[in-house]
């Protein structure tokens, strides 16, 4: 007979009531399924054994062959320990004992072969092991080899209410005594086949009680596959699902907006990347289905009139288009740039914002409600209530991360039909991670930047080097350079922040003195209006240097500013960091960035300077920053269930993700609904996983 795996664990030989609730309140484990589900952290490898010399400091428990060479007695506070010099033929350590010791001395026989086991330690410039396990060579022969020994994820509560890694190994024991070792097989017969996998019942085994490495590493890799092979299943469904339920707009025509601007008035020609990105975007505009696409590009790199040319498709076919962007000062700039790129167009174009005056607002709302308004580009404003199209086919939002996925989707709602959405972001999610949280979203990727950038130079300086930054500032401006200096003002209306930045800003006009240089200053707390009065003061050169926050962290573009001088630049995260130094570099001028620190840096904050100094590449800066500070924390912890994964890792399985998401993809093309009989078997694992189970709906 075999076991229900769904049995509650309260039934397994050797648990128990209370052990039953400890184990559910403090692990989640309900089922037997859930216990043979609990992964061993890490393992003791007792197949090895070490030589003492090939010992480092981050060794941590190990097995070695010696025998004792002398003991000493060493006085301490409290009492004495007792240490014994420990030699192989390759060294020595110190073993010692702070308790036993009179029986120690006793039974230990000094040039007798033993074999001992314990923790390293490195203490006063050597190795010790203190309390090893230790057995003669004979008797360790003889002894039954247990392989590699799971330790297993604990709480402290678990501990101290007795169940120890050796209780839950024996009660592991135990369920594969009760199943016989014998699991349902979750992967069909090609994957195994194809990917040299081990069977399921082989990797359960091997992962709780694993023979050698090379079987650990077999049990690994194949469960890993599994997991991440089932998270793409479902992400790459959902997205099938939307496409055929969702309908959008097609877009069938390539009209003479679209053509005109692109024969007669594009100012540049495309990269290569551009073209490909607006032909995905096309293709997909030009479908049936509703387009959901992100279009991730370095700062930069030119997402903008891939926008505007996406805006001229709808456009040629009837629909109105929207652009949304995160700050009044963004959707002015895109305005302004847009506005002008179109001046030769019979286009109609409008910005709404917060402050667009009413009277303003009520002509702007009659002429999107009577169509005559072809591009309306704003802040949130577009997501007012009032605010209704005639009709929106496309609606794109800039730099993304600003705005949620709710806020997103009320976009939707103000039309019958969801529009075209097209989501531009200069932050890039890694891809590895935009491929499993998005997998249900398309990804453009704009993998190059315009011809004729010159690569910025990125320095760190410590702050007492001030007085050298200010000269090369002066340098800089004599040569008709722009200069930024940024403060962190993290939030907005931090007292402490908003006083650094207005002591930055008293000490540089100190230094900077009128009338020979003009300074201006861009903060938060300031009226729209102010902040567009000095911010177009600097981008038509009035002023040499602009004194900020982080508002012009997103999409400002001053070609004419070469240096970007970000003070306090630890308190600043990677992707804020990358954004600001983007604000340069954008003209035919050598460019910096300066990272101004004190001397006082977090571990963190040093490696985020370094990745600063030794990159410009978004992709690798965010992988950078997805290391340190770990997917939950970039994606907000909801978004899907590649957070909490039982055994891959998606940075550190990168590779397995990859093989997974190809299968996935392979075996759905093959057979969108899982109906050939030799995948029987992934339905079937996919229905048990699955939380949607009212999608098969659709497909079947
Ligand atoms: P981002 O991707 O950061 O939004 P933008 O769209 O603002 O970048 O483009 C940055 C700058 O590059 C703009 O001044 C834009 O006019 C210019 N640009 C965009 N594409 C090209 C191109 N193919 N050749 C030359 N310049 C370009
Ligand atoms: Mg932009």
Not at 304 to 323: K, P, R, Y
Request: charged content about 25%.
């Amino acid at each position: 007979m075999s076991v229900n795996l769904q049995t509650p664990i309260d039934y397994l030989k050797g648990v128990g009531p209370n052990r039953a609730d400890l184990l559910r309140k403090e692990l989640g484990i309900h089922t037997y399924q859930d216990l043979i589900n609990l992964f061993p952290n890490r393992y003791i490898d007792k197949t090895r054994y070490y030589k003492i010399k090939e010992l480092q400091r981050n060794t941590s428990e190990v097995q070695i062959v010696g025998k004792i060479v002398g003991f000493k007695e060493v006085a301490q506070k409290r009492g004495k320990r007792l240490v014994a010099t420990f030699q192989d033929e390759t060294g020595t350590i110190e073993l010692v004992w702070f308790r036993g010791q009179k029986w120690i001395k006793e039974n230990l026989k000094q040039n007798l072969p033993y074999v001992i086991f314990g923790k390293i330690n490195w203490f006063a410039g050597k190795f010790n092991m203190a309390h090893p396990d230790i057995e003669t060579v004979t008797a360790h022969k003889s002894g039954i080899s247990i392989g590699m020994q799971p330790i297993y994820p604990s709480t402290e509560k678990l501990a101290t209410r007795g169940i120890t890694n050796r209780m839950i190994m024996k009660i592991m024991q135990q369920v594969f005594v009760e199943s016989k070792g014998r699991f349902v097989e979750t992967l069909n017969d090609s994957l195994l086949a194809e990917l040299k996998l081990i069977n399921k019942s082989s990797a359960l085994l091997n992962i709780h009680f694993p023979k050698n490495q090379e079987l650990l590493a077999r049990a690994q890799f194949r469960l890993k596959f599994e997991e991440l092979f089932y998270i793409q299943l479902q992400l790459i469904l959902k997205n099938l699902i939307h496409k055929s339920k969702i309908k959008g707009f097609p877009f069938d025509k390539v009209g003479d907006n679209f053509n005109t601007f692109f024969k007669e008035h594009l100012p540049f020609e495309l990269t290569n990347a551009q073209k490909r990105v607006l032909k995905e975007i096309r293709a997909d505009m030009g479908s049936n289905a509703q387009m959901n696409r992100l279009l991730q590009g370095d700062v930069g790199s030119g997402k903008t009139i891939v926008g505007l040319m996406s805006m001229l498709i709808a456009i040629d076919n009837g629909f109105q288009a929207c652009l949304m962007a995160p700050t009044e000062i963004l959707s002015v700039q895109h305005y302004n740039g847009l506005h002008n790129l179109c001046k030769n167009l019979n286009i109609n174009i409008s910005i709404l914002t917060g402050s667009t005056k009413t009277s303003n607002r009520k002509v702007i709302h009659e002429a999107l409600e009577n169509g005559e308004l072809d591009i309306l580009i704003g802040t949130h404003a577009l997501l007012e209530d009032k605010v209704k199209f005639k009709n929106l086919g496309l609606a794109i939002i800039d730099e993304q991360h600003r705005f949620g996925v709710a806020q997103r989707s009320k976009l939707w709602k103000k039309n019958t039909s969801p529009p075209h959405v097209l989501v531009m972001t200069a932050t890039p999610i890694p891809r590895t991670l935009a491929m499993s949280v998005y997998g249900d979203l398309d990804i453009s990727i704009i993998d190059e930047l315009p011809p004729g950038r010159k690569a910025i130079k990125t320095v760190h300086r410590y702050d007492n080097n001030r007085l050298k930054v200010f000269k090369f500032i002066r340098d800089e401006i004599k040569l008709g350079r722009q200069i930024y200096i940024v403060y962190p003002l993290i939030k907005e209306n931090a007292t402490m922040d908003y006083k650094d930045l207005m002591d930055g800003y008293e000490s540089i006009s100190r230094d900077f003195p009128m009338p020979e240089y003009q300074i201006s200053i861009v903060h938060g707390k300031m009226k729209p209006n102010d902040k567009e009065y000095e911010m177009q003061r600097f981008i038509k050169g009035e002023t040499q240097i602009m004194v900020a926050t982080t508002v012009i962290e997103v999409g400002v573009n001053v070609p004419n500013a070469s240096v970007m001088i970000i003070e306090s630049a630890e308190r600043f995260g990677l992707s804020q960091l990358h954004q600001l130094r983007g604000r340069v570099g954008r003209g035919a001028e050598q460019s910096y960035c300066i990272l101004m620190t004190g001397h006082k840096l977090s571990s963190d904050g040093k490696t985020r300077l370094e990745t600063m100094v030794r990159t410009s590449d978004g992709f690798e800066i965010a992988e950078v920053d997805l290391r340190l500070r770990g997917p939950g924390d970039i994606m907000g912890t909801q978004q899907s269930g590649i957070l909490n994964l039982k055994i891959a890792d998606i940075i550190k399985d990168n590779d397995i993700l990859q093989h997974a998401r190809y299968h996935a993809k392979k075996v759905l093309n093959e057979d969108p609904s899982l109906s050939k009989t030799e995948n029987q078997v992934i339905l079937n694992t996919y229905r048990s996983l699955s939380k949607y189970k009212n999608i098969w709906n659709y497909i079947s």
